[in-house]
């Protein structure tokens, strides 16, 4: 791994780990793949490009999270697919 994958995450690295579709998640932009939850429920997997905005995106889904509980409303975390990078078959 080279010194510059913990800034950036390129997109054969980013293969490799399984993603499916280059994307954005709170306005980031992402590398995303879909998985099952330990419940059996389909959840999106998404990783910033930018590594040092993983805490922006932890945050901004921390803030979400305590939105749904203080509200008691469900909210989905806002992401955008922009294209597939190997063939993936994320629905949007």
């Known amino acids: 791994m080279r010194w ?3 800034i950036f995450l390129p ?4 293969v490799n780990l399984g993603f499916t579709h280059s994307g954005r998640i709170f306005g980031v932009p992402a590398w995303l793949m879909e998985a099952v939850s330990e ?3 389909d959840v999106i997997v998404a990783c910033p490009k930018f590594v040092p905005l993983q805490f922006y995106s932890m945050v901004m889904d921390a803030m ?3 939105m ?3 509200t008691a409303l469900e909210f989905e975390t806002p992401y955008t697919l922009v294209r597939p990078i190997n063939g993936g078959s994320l629905d949007a």
Not at 11 to 14: M, R, V
């Open 4 to 6: 510059w994958h913990y």
């Open 39 to 41: 419940d059996g429920e």
């Open 11 to 14: 997109e054969a690295q980013a």
């Open 68 to 70: 749904a509980y203080i």
């Open 64 to 66: 979400l999270w305590t």
